[in-house]
C-alpha cells in the first residue's frame, strides 16, 4: 500500500505533513524548491492532478522549481471508489504542460531506480504510481531508469506493443502469447512521456509496421495520443489505441476494470492479430 | 498604528511618487497594465523597498541570505518593476520594452527578472509558496524573511487559508503577510463582490498576530 507513514518516521525533520489541501502541498513544495530543497510531494493521483493543476502548472512547471510530483494511487488503483478517485486523465493533462516531465514506472525495480533518478533529476516532473501489488517486469533493479528513453523489452519485427506504468506487464504477456502464435512483437515501456522519446516511436513505426498502445488511462489524450503525434506526421502506419473509454469508468476491482475495456493479453493478442490479417494463425 | 511610509523626511513620499510617474509612463508607452492595482499598492512596496525592510541586494539578486518578497497579487506589476529598475536589479531603460513582444518584463512577476522570486499572477498561489521558503528557512535555521502581498480581493480564494493554516501550524514568524486593503476590484467593491469583513478577525482566528496599518492592513 502507498504511504508515507515509515519515511515519516525514519526522517521526522524530512517530513512535512500539509494535511488535506492540496493546492497548498505543492505550493509550499515549490517554496521550499526555491530555497534550494529538493521536495517529493505525495497526494492520490487522482486529486494532485486536478485540484492543484494551477499550481503545477505555475509554481513549479513555469517558475522551474524542483518538485516531485508523486501522484500515488492512480488510474484506476480505487478500482470500486468512483471517477471521483480514478486518475484517468493525469498524462494528458500533465503532457500539455510546459516544462513539467511526466513518467510512470511498470514495477517495483522502475520506482526504486526512477526515484533515485529523481533526486539528482533538476525540474519539476509528475509521476504516477499505483496502489496495489503488480507483478514485476524485471528481475532485478539492474536496468536503469533513464528519463526520455523507452526501453525494448522484447524485440520483434512483426508490430509493436508499447505500454506505460501497470500495463507494461501486460502487454509483456500479450507479446509471450502472441509469439506462441507466431506473431513477434517488439515490446516498448514507454516510462517516460516527457521528455519524449520520439525515435523509438519512429524506429517502430518504420521497423515493424504496426503499432498497439495499451495504457491505464481515457483514450484522448494519453499514450496513444502521443505515439500517434509521432506516427501520423512522421511515418503513418496502422495504430490501434486500447484505454479507457471516454466514459465515467466502470467500477469493480482494478483487475476487473481492466477487463472490461481490454486492457489484458488476450484483448491485445486478439486485436494484434486482426490488424495483421492473422487471426487463423496458430502455431 | 503604522504609518506605511513612516516619514524619513520626505524621502518616502518623494520616491513613492516618483514611482507613480514611472509606472503611469510605463503603462502609458505599452498602452496596457493593472494601473488601480499597481498605484495601490505603490506606497506598500516603497515603504518595503526603500524603507529599510527588505534586506535585497541589487547587485547580487541571488543572494541567499536575501529576504524574499512574493508578489501574490501579481497582476499589479508595474510598482515592482520600476521599483527594481530604480534600484538597479536590471537598467531602467529596459522599462521601456514592458508588455512588447519578447520582452521579459511581462505582465506578471518572472523570475527571469532580476529580484523577482517566483512567478506569480495566478491569485491565491504566493503564501503557500511563502510558506515553503519560510520553512526552508527555519529547517536551515537561516535568518531572512518572507514577505507576501496580497490583494484584498485576493482572499476569496479558498488556498489563501490553507497555507494561512498552515503557517500558523508551523509558527512561521519569519513570514510576513501583507494585504492590499483598498476595497476594489475589478468587479467592483470587494465587500460587495465578496464579504471579507471581519478580515483581521479572520486572520486573528487562523492564528496570526495582525496589524492594521494606515490605508492598508499588514500581518505577521
Known sequence: MASATAFAKAFPKQFVEVGIAEQNIVGIAAGLAASGKTPFVMSPACF?????????????????????????????????????????????????????????????????????????????????????????????????????????????????LIGTGETVRIVLDAASILARDGVRCRV?????????????????ANETGYIITVEEHIIRGGLGAAVAEVVVQRCPVPMKIIGIRDEPAVTGSPSEIFQHYGLSAENIRDVTKSMLGREGDIA | ?????????????????????????????????????????????????????????????KWPLRDRFI????????????????????????????????????????????????????LGHGLSVGVGIALSAKLDANAFRVFVLMGDGEQAEGSVWEAAMAAAHYRLDNLIGIIDWNGLQISGRTDEVMRTDPLDGKWRSFGWHVELAMGTTSMK
Open chain 1, 48 to 160: 494532485l492532478s486536478m485540484r492543484s493543476i494551477e499550481q503545477i502548472k505555475v509554481d513549479v512547471a513555469y517558475s522551474k522549481t524542483n518538485v516531485k510530483l508523486i501522484g500515488i494511487s492512480g488510474g484506476v488503483s480505487y478500482g470500486a471508489l468512483g471517477m471521483s478517485h480514478h486518475s484517468l486523465q493525469d498524462i494528458a493533462v500533465a503532457r500539455a504542460i510546459p516544462g513539467l516531465d511526466v513518467a510512470l514506472p511498470a514495477d517495483e525495480h522502475d520506482v526504486r531506480n526512477l526515484i533515485r533518478t529523481l533526486a539528482d533529476f533538476e525540474g519539476g516532473d509528475y509521476i504516477r504510481i499505483g496502489r496495489n501489488p503488480v507483478p514485476t517486469v524485471y528481475e532485478s533493479d539492474e536496468t536503469p531508469f533513464e528519463f526520455g528513453k523507452a526501453v525494448t523489452l522484447v524485440d520483434g519485427g512483426d508490430a509493436t
Open chain 1, 188 to 204: 516498448l515501456n514507454m516510462h517516460t512521456i516527457k521528455p519524449w522519446d520520439e525515435e523509438a516511436v519512429l524506429k517502430a
Open chain 2, 1 to 61: 498604528m503604522v504609518d506605511a511610509v513612516p516619514p524619513k523626511g520626505d524621502f518616502l513620499r518623494r520616491k513613492a511618487s516618483q514611482i507613480r510617474m514611472d509606472l503611469l509612463q510605463m503603462i502609458y508607452h505599452a498602452k496596457a497594465g493593472h494601473t488601480g492595482s499597481s498605484l495601490s499598492d505603490t506606497d506598500i512596496l516603497t515603504a518595503l523597498y526603500y524603507g529599510g525592510v527588505l534586506r535585497v541586494q541589487a547587485n547580487n539578486p
Open chain 2, 71 to 122: 508578489r501574490s497579487k501579481g497582476h499589479a506589476v508595474e510598482a515592482f518593476y520600476c521599483i527594481l529598475a530604480d534600484l538597479g536589479f536590471f537598467p531602467k531603460c529596459e522599462l521601456e520594452t514592458y508588455s512588447q513582444y519578447g520582452s521579459r518584463l511581462i505582465g506578471h512577476p518572472n523570475n527571469k527578472v532580476p529580484g523577482v522570486d517566483m512567478n506569480t499572477g495566478a
